[in-house]
């Protein structure tokens, strides 16, 4: 072997791959870990393998279902889930409450479309494919089958006997002796893509799953079930949540990177989405904000959140803007910036193209970037010529007053970010050069 195919041998060995769990591996125990091939990783949930006959699988009444409370892929509406895994509602009310939303919410509506199409398609072709599902005990000793994988079939059956499609309330399950995390991710993975807060929760799960912490066990006592508070577990240092540890096990992030497919770093960024609270979660989750729209709402102070979130979500604030929007101390004095400079950058561009006999971009198009480098060096030279002019203590607090009654706050803002920017790769490039005179 040639040095260069030995290199590229080293470094795909290096490379961990995302959820690493073969999908047709989870129709047996053990679970076999070996990389997923790119055309499964979307598959539709129908699409997938359909279970060998000698699986143990039975017609179970879908009154003797439940979904797993902790499973990181939220399916209903924030409180309507809420209230169900509490107990207030049952399946069929919390159906008729989740197409009672869809109503005056275009994207609850647009996710109902998509069960209602997987209902005609179960009820047409029959359920190729069971659910998965394991006892869980009750205080009262009682049993009901929890879903391990399988709850949008689950939920698709509901919708399509509360809307008279069918009257069978009855579901095809694979039985299973405990219900597997691990398993869960895949089926999570193939089925449509995670939001970045349904993968916050995925990695939570799997965090605490790998540190046999359980939503049973004692560190998961006061999380309510339907909350985000058992995956908020993860968040805690290790010596609070490992009797008798100061730290994790020697090997965990390798073994945990190698699982999930990602660097401990990426990781460790990903869980820290789960700090917002509960309801602004289920938002994110819903209109499936960016992890790095919700990156930059977290780094904001949390009294910001809640305008950030609702904001982010009713104006399609991307995370690029979010991060323009917080040179401004004022969050809603920052992101109405955003939406003037929305504004402004589409009448130029338009009006521009128009002088030009050009057809006009559509709004919201960019425009400016050579305006806006000519602003920024413009800024530098100012603070340069003071210093030389022997200006060495200009009054900040005047020079920002004075630039801030000019009116043209717009302006103001788009510098100032690229003037940091800026600043940074100066101060780099004139420190190595006085270490190289020295």
Do not use: C
């Not at 797993?68 to 107990?87: S, V």
């Not at 919410?105 to 494919?129: A, H, P, V, Y």
């Amino acid at each position: 072997m040639d040095k260069k195919s030995a290199s590229s041998s080293r470094k795909a060995s290096r490379k961990p791959q995302r959820f690493q769990v073969d999908p047709l591996s989870v129709l047996a125990t053990p679970v076999v870990i070996e990389p997923i091939r790119q055309s499964q990783r979307h598959a539709r949930i129908d699409e997938t393998p359909e279970s060998p006959a000698s699986q143990n699988i039975e017609l179970l009444p879908l009154d003797k279902v439940e979904p797993d409370p902790w499973n990181p892929r939220h399916i209903l509406p924030g409180e309507i889930r809420r209230e169900f895994i509490a107990g207030k509602i049952n399946a069929e009310a919390a159906t008729k409450a989740w197409i009672k939303a869809g109503k005056s919410d275009k994207d609850i509506s647009e996710q109902l479309q998509q069960f209602r199409s997987m209902g005609t398609s179960l009820q047409q072709q029959g359920q190729i494919n069971p659910i998965n599902v394991a006892k869980h005990f009750r205080k009262d000793g009682t049993f009901i089958w929890r879903i391990e994988s399988g709850e949008r079939r689950f939920w698709a059956k509901w919708l399509a006997i509360v809307e008279g499609i069918t009257k069978e309330r009855t579901i095809h399950a694979q039985l299973r002796d405990e219900l597997d995390p691990t398993r869960q991710a895949v089926e999570n993975l193939q089925a449509e893509s995670l939001s970045a807060v349904g993968e916050a929760r995925q990695i939570a799960r799997l965090y605490l799953a790998e540190l046999n912490i359980t939503p049973e066990s004692l560190p998961a006592k006061n999380a309510t079930p339907g909350s985000d508070d058992y995956f908020r577990i993860a968040l805690r240092p290790a010596n609070e949540i490992l009797a008798g540890r100061e730290r994790l096990p020697r090997g965990y992030w390798s073994k945990l990177e190698n699982i999930i497919g990602n660097k401990r770093q990426h990781l460790e960024r990903k869980l820290q989405i789960l700090k917002l609270p509960d309801h602004l979660l289920s938002l994110a989750d819903l209109h499936r904000l960016t992890e790095r729209q919700l990156r930059e709402i977290i780094a904001r102070h949390q009294k910001q959140w809640e305008t950030l979130v609702h904001f982010t979500v009713q104006h399609d604030i991307s995370g690029p803007e979010l991060a323009l929007a917080s040179a401004i101390d004022d969050p809603e004095i920052g992101l109405q910036m955003i939406l003037e400079m929305r504004s402004g950058k589409a009448e130029t561009s338009a009006a521009t193209q128009e002088n030009k006999g050009e057809t006009p971009k559509k709004k919201g198009s960019r425009s400016f970037e050579h305006d806006l480098q000519r602003r920024v060096v413009s800024f530098a030279k100012y603070f340069h010529l003071a210093k030389k002019n022997g200006n060495a203590k200009m009054n900040i607090d005047q020079v920002v007053d004075e630039i801030i009654e000019s009116g043209n706050h717009q302006m103001v803002l788009e510098s100032l970010v690229e003037l940091e920017s800026l600043i940074n790769r100066l101060k780099k490039k004139a420190a190595n050069l006085v270490s190289a005179r020295d």
